[in-house]
């Protein structure tokens, strides 16, 4: 199956291609990817390849035309046979224009509003006839209409160049009449007749618009907002957008800090009072982490505690989540809630054995309680002992562990908040 | 300086300009004696007589199409058109002949006419007597297209509409016929595409035409009894258009409202948003929110008409929304 | 022909008169070859057959009478004295057009010889060929100005008017219907009740109607009209009976539906004003076969040369597109908006 080798539409606003030079020659094997020809467009010169394997025949356009785009200038047989097949009609010789008769041309004419070529429906004379200008020469179908196109000048049908039920261009020449009687007048159609230039439309000669910037081969990597949300897009105005970016401002501070969006102007106020954010590192004295979870886990549990198993204090349950989240050999946990501090004692995973103890006991872990308080989020340094702060956000809880670098190091620290968030989420699995 | 009102401003710099320049003449509907229904010409039929201060029947295509043609053979018409609402019925002879004639004929021609007509509602007129139709004019290229907001700025931009060589369309307010300002017995100019800024704020810009000028003045007036500085800035004319003044607002402010007082759809105020949305985009800390006439006829029931129009009080409530960071349509 | 009998010092008026007819045609026989051969851009109106009208009246015009012509009208256009290089440049769009390309076939003006342009609106121009009367007379200057029309332009309401103004203010205006027998695809009989001359004398206006295929007689109508018009007698009224010999527009080949091709051979075999003008200079001595022969070829010459200058002529560079949108703006886009 012979393959087309078209002119390839390259550039940005791109109507024709000039061939430089072919890279083969008719008959020539060609593999796929061989560079074919040559083509300049839009002020550069690109290599096009052969898009497949086979041999190059029926090179139908030379060095130096500048051909429509999507025309094909040649084919690519699977083997000598198909050069031999293609290449035999072409041998044929085609009668050039000069060996057409003299004479007035008749063109498809523009009749349309928008009409761009016009079908040949019939024509009313045969080559040879005499005519009269008045005479009806053809019919044409255009915009969904019919007409009769007179001859225009009187004499003979000296040539039809297209059949009926070819569709021609506007201005193109589609009979000539001559004013003698020819003595060999021709008839054919518009397929067999050599390449020749078309008549350009005005749009063809217009000006070309400015040759177009090349495209890089890498564009460039688009500048990138240094805020990232860490979880839904971040709403803030664009000027305040701006403004953080410039002055290398975190506007995920804000959104951790519980501040609620949009973000104005005013509000990078309060993302630059904020105090500095803890730097990772052994230098630094004070550690804290966030987590977030979900607040059902933990209400529908101390629900069911309370219905089914007689355990109604919060306090209890929250200091025995916490207690295992640091040791599972027993801790004392001090829970602070806005209206007091009760301890506990956590010796294990059972929450029948956690017990209320002195306030005297040394504390291993604070829990301080805000679910109940408008608090969002906490950021209060390092205290005696870890602590870690339950808050309402939105459906869930904010879940903030602090401590100084003594007490635990990084990984125990996000193991212990990573174990906490777990339990509150779940606090079934902490049974188990 | 003496006071005078806008009706005498507007007859003032007709009478000046007639005086200057003998190719300027007056031409519509009961202009000479009866000086029009606003009482806007009164006088000047008599220093002029009717050759230039020329009655016509009541025929509006025809004679905007005589002041056309008039205007590219060496004359310098001013047209009256009795009602604003009545340029739906010269919009072949505006738009389509004076608009486009210095461009078809690649510059040759040129059409310095100015059509002098007004907008403005609750007049209690109804909807054939009551539109502010300036975009519908403003959106054609060829017209240049002003908004006096006083009798100060009627007088400077009708003096310099008439020595413009293009066709000028001038919208008066015909609720402001009677509002008296300051306006200097020396003669004075004002150049088309100058933004006024009336007042400077920092909190918020206020972009007003016309008679919402004095409404954004008013609104100004009371934010900044509530400690929000606003600053109102007004465009004078719309075509040309000062973005550079705007934009510099805008930037310096980071919020705006555009009042107006056509029709809030596919009109003035979403083309001025549009622009400082587009060119001033980073520098936003809050939508920029249009506030025009209501999409409706006119109404004649005062108890509707009322409602259609920006007030002072609606465009505080807008600003104090910005001001304050409210979301403003959020999804 | 009319009795018009030659006088000896107006030889050359008259040679001018059948020039001025051939070149029309020869214009337009060029305009149609370039429009069918897909050479000219846009939509186009051949004044074939109406030569007669256009010459006639404005032979009796001055430099600085005023003209306002139509969608048809490169006859006009020609006959108030334009160049066919400028022209041909114009409907090709090219740079050194009457227009710089930006009117094109509808709209060519050419104020230098006082035709204030062609109108793409029918019986868009009576307001405006009113007002330049009226300039006239504010100006106490005597030109006249004529507002070439046609039959179709009738039913339009901005006619009566400014026919109502022109009348009551004694404009000096000539409103000249080149009545051709079709508003586009209709016969006029189908869109105009009554009579068209009636309808301006219902104003007052002096109406005339007069053989819009002879030259002679069209001239000497307008002489008068014209000389009247300067001294304050104006407004008048003429219409000229006459035909196109294409359709409406270059493409409207067939067009049975509306008239017979009997009708049109009629017309361009035993009305054509350019033949008939012909035989009467050959009869008058004014001029042989010969000579005539000689001016036709000179035309066709000339005409041919301005086609192929127009062709290779140049294009506007498209920095000019937002240029002239003002008349004090450079480039009315430059900052994104008018300044």
Redesign the interface.
């Given at each position: 199956m012979p393959h087309e080798v078209i002119m390839p539409a390259l550039g940005m606003a791109q109507d024709s291609g000039l061939i430089v030079a072919w890279h083969k020659r008719p008959g020539d094997a060609v593999s796929e990817g061989d560079v074919l020809f040559e083509v300049e467009t839009d002020k550069a010169t690109m290599e096009v390849e052969a898009q497949t394997d086979g041999f190059l025949l029926q090179v139908r356009r030379d060095a130096g035309d500048d051909v429509p785009v999507g025309e094909v200038i040649a084919m690519i047989g699977d083997s000598k046979e198909d050069v031999q097949a293609e290449e035999s009609p072409a041998d044929a010789p085609l009668p050039a224009d000069t060996d057409l008769p003299t004479g007035r041309e008749v063109i498809m004419p523009a009749l349309g509003m928008a009409q761009d070529s016009g079908l040949i429906v019939a024509w009313h004379k045969a080559p040879g006839d005499a005519v009269a200008a008045g005479d009806i020469l053809f019919e044409v179908e255009t915009d969904k209409s019919t007409m009769e196109v007179e001859a225009g000048h009187d004499g003979f049908v000296a040539a039809l160049l297209a059949e009926a039920g070819e569709d021609a261009p506007v201005g193109e020449a589609i009979a000539i009449i001559s004013a003698d009687k020819p003595e060999a007048p021709v008839q054919r159609s518009r397929k067999s007749a050599p390449a020749a230039a078309p008549t350009a439309p005005p749009a063809a000669t217009a000006p070309k618009a400015a040759p177009k910037a090349p495209v890089p081969a890498t564009p460039p990597p688009p500048a990138r907002a240094e805020v990232v949300s860490e979880h839904d897009r971040i709403l803030a105005s664009p000027k305040a957008r701006r403004l953080a970016l410039e002055q290398r401002l975190d506007l995920n501070r804000l959104v951790r800090e519980g501040y609620p969006q949009p973000y104005h102007v005013k509000d990078l106020e309060i993302l630059r009072s904020l105090p500095a954010e803890a730097a990772p590192g052994p230098s630094s004295g004070a550690r804290r982490i966030t987590a977030q979870v979900p607040s059902d886990g933990f209400s529908r549990f101390a629900l069911w505690a309370a219905e089914q198993a007689g355990l109604q204090d919060d306090g209890a349950l929250l200091a025995g989540l916490a207690g295992a989240s640091l040791k599972s050999d027993g801790a004392v946990v001090a829970v602070e809630t806005p209206v007091g501090t009760r301890h506990y004692s956590v010796p294990g995973r059972q929450f029948g054995d956690v017990a209320e103890t002195d306030s005297g006991t040394a504390v291993d872990l604070v829990l301080r309680d805000l679910r109940s308080s408008r608090i969002g989020s906490v950021h209060l340094g390092p205290e005696d002992s870890p602590v870690l702060t339950v808050s309402a956000r939105g459906e869930g809880f904010a879940l903030t562990l602090e401590c100084a670098s003594h007490h635990l190091t990084a990984s125990e620290a996000v193991a212990l908040l990573s174990d906490f968030a777990g339990r509150m989420e779940q606090p079934l699995r902490h049974l188990l | 300086m003496r006071e005078i009102t806008l009706s005498q401003a507007v007859n003032e710099a007709l009478a000046e300009e007639m005086r200057r320049d003998e190719?300027v003449?007056i031409i519509g509907e009961d202009v000479a004696e009866a000086g029009t229904p606003f009482k806007v010409l009164s006088g000047l039929v008599e220093e002029f007589g009717t050759?230039?201060v020329?009655d016509?029947?009541i025929?509006e295509?025809?004679?905007?199409?005589?002041?056309?043609?008039?205007?590219?053979?060496?004359?310098r018409?001013v047209v009256d058109l009795m009602f604003g609402d009545f340029i739906y019925l010269i919009m072949?002879?505006l738009c389509?002949?004076a608009a486009k004639?210095?461009?078809?004929?690649?510059?040759?021609?040129?059409v310095?006419l100015v059509l002098r007509t007004n907008l403005g509602a609750t007049r209690r007129s109804a909807a054939q007597h009551s539109q502010s139709l300036h975009a519908l004019v403003a959106h054609i290229?060829?017209l240049?297209v002003a908004l006096p907001s006083s009798a100060y700025e009627a007088k400077g931009l009708m003096k310099t509409a008439i020595r413009?060589?293009?066709p000028v369309v001038i919208f008066e307010d015909k609720l402001m016929y009677q509002d008296k300002a300051p306006v200097p017995e020396e003669e004075y100019l004002i150049p088309f595409?100058e933004a006024n800024v009336l007042r400077e704020g920092s909190d918020i810009t206020l972009i007003g035409t016309s008679s919402m000028v004095q409404v954004c003045q008013k609104a100004a007036e009371i934010l900044g009894s509530e400690g929000i500085s606003a600053e109102v800035i007004d465009p004078r004319t719309i075509?040309?258009?000062d973005?550079e003044t705007l934009l510099a607002s805008a930037r310096k402010t980071?919020r705006v409202i555009v009042v107006d007082e056509g029709h809030q759809s596919f009109g003035v105020t979403g083309e001025i948003a549009s622009?400082i949305n587009e060119?001033a985009?980073?520098?936003?800390?809050?939508p920029v929110l249009r506030m025009g006439a209501m999409d409706v006829p006119v109404p004649f029931s005062p108890a509707l008409e009322d409602i259609t129009v920006p007030t002072p009080e609606s465009v505080v409530e807008n600003a104090r929304r910005l001001v304050h960071?409210e979301?403003i349509h959020?999804a | 022909m009319s009795r018009a009998k030659a006088k000896k010092s107006n030889v050359d008026d008259y040679l001018r008169m059948y020039r001025q007819m051939a070149r029309i045609r020869a214009f337009e026989d060029n305009a149609n070859q370039l429009y069918l051969s897909a050479k000219m851009p846009g939509l186009t109106h051949m004044y074939s057959g109406e030569e007669a009208v256009a010459v006639g009246i404005c032979e009796a015009l001055r430099v600085t009478d005023k003209i306002t012509s139509t969608h048809r009208g490169h006859g006009h256009c020609v006959a108030k004295g334009a160049e066919f290089k400028e022209m041909f440049c114009e409907l090709l769009g090219k740079e050194e057009g009457y227009c710089r390309g930006k009117g094109g076939s509808m709209h060519i003006a050419d104020q230098s010889n006082g035709n204030l342009g062609a109108n793409a609106i029918v019986g868009g121009s009576m307001g405006i060929a009113t007002g330049s009367a009226f300039t006239a007379k504010l100006l106490g200057k005597d030109d006249v100005t004529v507002c070439f029309f046609g039959d179709g332009a009738t039913a339009q309401g901005l006619w009566y008017e400014v026919m109502n103004m022109a009348a009551l203010w004694k404009l000096p205006v000539i409103y000249a219907c080149e009545n051709n027998g079709y508003s586009e695809y209709t016969r006029t009989d189908e869109i105009a009740a009554g009579s068209i001359v009636a309808r301006a004398e219902a104003f007052g206006i002096e109406s005339h109607q007069v053989d819009g295929q002879d030259v002679l007689a069209v001239n000497a109508l307008t002489e008068k009209l014209v000389a009247r018009a300067r001294k304050g007698e104006g407004p008048f009224f003429v219409e000229l009976k006459t035909y196109r010999y294409h359709g409406h527009h270059v493409g409207d080949i067939n067009r049975d539906y509306y008239r017979s091709k009997d009708e049109e051979k009629d017309w361009k075999e035993n009305r054509d004003p350019i033949i008939r003008f012909r035989s009467w200079l050959v009869e008058q001595g004014i001029a042989n076969e010969a000579e005539i022969d000689a001016m036709n070829a000179e035309i066709a010459d000339d005409a041919k040369a301005a086609v192929d200058y127009a062709l290779a002529a140049k294009y506007p560079d498209s920095t000019e597109v937002d240029m002239h949108v003002y008349t004090d703006v450079k480039h009315a886009l430059a900052r994104g908006d008018a300044r």
């Open positions: - | 190719t003449f050759a230039r020329v016509t029947p025929a295509p025809g004679f905007m199409g005589i002041a056309v043609g008039a205007a590219m053979t060496g004359t018409p072949d002879q389509n002949q004639t210095h461009y078809m004929s690649g510059g040759k021609l040129s310095p290229p060829g240049k413009d060589d293009n595409g075509v040309p258009l973005e980071s622009r060119k985009f980073y520098h936003l800390d809050a960071g979301m959020a | -």
